[in-house]
């Protein structure tokens, strides 16, 4: 098992940053994603940023269309821990974020695992 843990939530105020924290209890490996995802209540959890180890390749960036330009999803050199900097903040970015992790058979740990969730408030 590997559990991710998130910190670095708040209460800021619109146009602000914060940056969000993700470490895993151990470091992983065959990393399929390493991802942020947000939700609101009453909503689908939705993707925010997510990075993809490409082989022989750099890692594949994508970023939701109300993000991008924004948020900056990035990782340590041991994949331990992963961030999601959020510049320009904005009401609308108000949700519980959560951050996810998908291992691969050879990793020993195959699966999905999601982080308990830390809250971002932005007030106008």
């Known amino acids: 098992q590997v559990q991710p843990v998130e910190s670095g939530g708040g209460l800021v105020k619109a146009g602000r940053s914060l940056k969000l924290s993700c470490t895993a209890s151990?470091?992983?490996?065959?990393?399929?994603?390493m991802a942020w995802y947000r939700q609101i209540p009453g909503t689908q959890r939705e993707l925010v940023a997510a990075?993809?180890?490409?082989?022989?390749?750099?890692?594949?960036?994508e970023y939701s269309d109300p993000v991008k330009g924004r948020f900056t999803i990035s990782t340590t050199d041991d994949k331990r821990t992963w961030y999601l900097q959020m510049d320009s903040l904005k009401p609308e970015d108000t949700a519980a974020y959560y951050c996810?992790?998908?291992?691969?058979?050879?990793?020993?740990?195959?699966?999905?695992?999601w982080g308990q969730g830390t809250q971002v408030t932005v007030s106008s």
């Open positions: 151990k470091r992983p490996t065959d990393i399929r994603t």
């Open positions: 996810h992790l998908v291992l691969g058979r050879w990793s020993g740990s195959r699966g999905t695992y």
């Open positions: 990075i993809t180890p490409q082989v022989g390749q750099p890692p594949k960036y």
